[in-house]
C-alpha cells in the first residue's frame, strides 16, 4: 500500500465512552504490547473485549485490568500455531453461547524470530511464522464469518506493517507475511466494502513491545 492508503488518526484522538456500548470485540494476541492497548481501548470505549491468548496467566491479569476499566471481559486461550480449523470453529461457537454476538475482531497476534539471511531460516520457524501472521488471522476471521455478518455494523482490523521496511534483507518469512497480509486485507476489502462487514489495515506508530525490540536492538524502545 502506497502512503496515500491510509487515513491518519487525528493527533490526541480517543474514543468517546460509550462508542463500543453493547458490542463485542475479539482481540487475537490480546497479551502482546498492541493487543494490550486494543482491549484496554475496547474496555474504555464501552464494549466487551474477548481476550484471545496461548497463555492463560498474562489474559488474566489483562483480564482485571479491563474489568477495572469498566469492562466485563471474557478470556478464550488459543495457541494460533496449533490451532486447526475446527478449533476456531468451536472458540465461534463459545463466543456465540456464552456472548451471544461478535461485532469486531482485532488481529494484533505476531510471530518474529529476529533479522536473518534467508539462507539461515530454519524451515520449521519458516512455516509458522507464514502461519501465524498469515493463516492464522483468515482462519480466524472465516470462523467468525457467520457471527459477524448477523450484527449492523461489523469490521475486522488486520494489523500491518511498514512494507517497504519489511520488504528488505534479512525480514525474512515476517516480511514476506505482512506483504501477504496487505495483499489479503485489499482482497476482502474489495469484495465487502459493500456489506456490513468493514475490513481496515491497521498500521501502529513503534510502539514498546517484544517485536519491536526483537527487530531494533539498538533502540531505546522505552522513549517509544
Known sequence: MTDSAY?????????????????VVLVAGA????????VLGVARAGGTPILLGRKTRPLEKLHDEAAAAGAQPAIYPLDLEGATPRDYEDMAAAVERDLG??????NCAAHFSGLQPAALIDPLDWLRTLHVNL??????????????????DASAVFVVDDLDLVG?????????????LAGMFSI???????GPLRVHALLPPPLCTALRRTAYFGENSMQL
Open 135 to 152: 493463516s492464522a488471522p483468515f482462519l480466524l476471521l472465516q470462523a467468525c464469518l457467520p457471527l459477524l455478518n448477523q450484527a449492523p
Open 7 to 23: 487515513a491518519r488518526l487525528p493527533a490526541g484522538w480517543s474514543a468517546k465512552p460509550d462508542t463500543l456500548k453493547d458490542r
Open 31 to 38: 497479551a502482546g504490547g498492541l493487543g494490550k492497548a486494543a
Open 101 to 106: 454476538r461478535l461485532d469486531g475482531i482485532v
Open 168 to 180: 528488505k534483507a534479512n525480514w525474512g518469512a515476517y516480511g514476506v507475511a505482512k506483504h501477504a
Open 188 to 194: 476482502l476489502h474489495q469484495e465487502w466494502e459493500t
